[in-house]
Each structure stands twice: as structure tokens, then as C-alpha cells.
């Protein structure tokens, strides 16, 4: 075959490769904003497919199922949000303490441009299908002790520096934190307003910070 004609196969390929990604990735965001609009179980598939203005026989070349469906898409947005805390909780330039805070507006930002409407998908699919499907519940708990292992690494180096209580677990903080974390999201969601997130933030500064006298807090690098 002339190199030409070889050259014009590859060519080919690479372009049906890359219109066959599209086309999943365009599934799959759709889901998630479909997901975070209905829930899982009131969103059909009829719906994604208008969202993503896909052709209905394109579905079952990419997914087996729509619970294979909602796992990829679950697992998207898993990805993209640990590319977010490694975003924040990975600033050198920041103290530790100070990520986590930073954090925390970015994602109360995000909510009020969102109207609190929609929240995390992660929080909603865990309230929605942790009992109805073994698949999604194990795979949402991993998610959540991914999300905490980055947590309690950013408050050891915190409670390190002396911006967190001796006094404190930091692996035990961390789940606190997430857990007080998701269900401030879910009250936001309810009010239609981010105050719960706010309150969070102001007591958990009050909570975590080193007791009078106890070495490396503020007061005595002050000193």
C-alpha cells in the first residue's frame, strides 16, 4: 500500500477515535448535569440523550447499563473533584490551614452560582443509591475516604505547623470535617442559601484552633 494510502487509514482512525471519545464525554457531562438536576433514578435515558444531543442507538455502544452509566459518570466527577483538591490542597505557597479555607469559599462560590440548587454529586448518589446498589455504595464510600485521606494529610500538616489543636485526631477531624462538610451542602441546598457553609467554617475555626498554652500555637510563634 503507498505510504500515502497508509498515512490516510491512520488518519481516519485517529479521527473516529477521537469523534467516538467525544461522543462518550458528552454522555457523560451530560449525565452529570442531569444527575444533579433530577437524581439518578428520575432521570431517564431518553433525557441524557436530549441533553447531550446524542442519537438514541449511540447509548448501549458505550455503556452496558444505565447503572454502568452512572458509575462512569460518578466516577468523572470523582476525578475532576480530586484534581480540585490537589489543585488547593497542594498550594505550597499557602499555609496548610489556609488551603482547606480556600477550599471551602471556592466550593461556597461555586453552590451560589448554582443557586444551591444542584449541590454534590457525590452527597446526592450517596443518599440516593447507597441502598439500592451495592455497586454504587462501595464505590461512593472509597470516593469518600479518598476525599478524607486528603484531608487529614492537609490537617497534620496544619496541626504540624501549629495552626490545629495537639489535642485533636487529625484522621478523626478529617471525618468529621467531611461529614459536617456534606451535610452543610445538603442544608444549603434545602434554604436555598449558602449560610450553612459559612456557619461551618466559623465554628470549625473555633473548634480546630490550639488551645491557650499549648506549644507552636499562634500565640507562641508571636512571642
Not at 450517596?126 to 464510600?141: P, W
Not at 478523626?172 to 459559612?198: C, D, H, M, Y
Request: hydrophobic residues 40%; neutral net charge.
Amino acid at each position: 500500500m503507498p505510504r500515502g494510502s497508509v498515512e490516510g487509514v491512520w488518519a481516519v482512525s485517529r479521527v473516529g477515535a477521537m469523534a467516538r471519545e467525544t461522543t462518550k464525554d458528552n454522555l457523560l457531562e451530560a449525565g452529570r448535569r442531569v444527575f444533579l438536576e433530577r437524581g439518578y433514578n428520575h432521570s431517564g435515558i431518553e433525557s441524557v440523550l436530549q441533553a447531550a444531543g446524542v442519537p438514541k442507538g449511540s447509548f448501549y455502544h458505550y455503556f452496558q447499563s444505565k447503572e454502568d452509566f452512572g458509575l462512569q459518570v460518578l466516577e468523572r466527577f470523582a476525578t475532576a473533584h480530586e484534581a480540585d483538591l490537589e489543585r488547593f490542597l497542594g498550594d505550597a505557597n499557602l499555609r496548610p490551614l489556609d488551603r482547606l479555607w480556600r477550599l471551602a469559599a471556592a466550593t461556597e462560590e461555586r453552590l451560589k452560582q448554582w443557586e444551591c440548587r444542584n449541590g454534590c454529586l457525590v452527597g446526592n448518589l450517596s443518599q440516593e443509591m447507597a441502598g439500592q446498589s451495592e455497586a454504587f455504595r462501595a464505590r461512593l464510600d472509597a470516593i469518600f475516604r479518598g476525599w478524607a485521606g486528603r484531608y487529614a494529610a492537609c490537617l497534620a500538616e496544619a496541626q504540624a505547623a501549629g495552626d490545629v489543636s495537639s489535642e485533636l485526631d487529625v484522621r478523626e477531624l478529617a471525618e468529621f470535617w467531611l461529614n459536617s462538610w456534606q451535610g452543610a451542602v445538603l442544608r444549603a441546598k434545602t434554604i436555598r442559601s449558602t449560610e450553612p457553609l459559612r456557619t461551618f467554617v466559623r465554628l470549625m475555626s473555633r473548634f480546630i484552633a490550639p488551645r491557650a498554652g499549648q506549644s507552636g500555637g499562634p500565640a507562641a510563634r508571636d512571642e
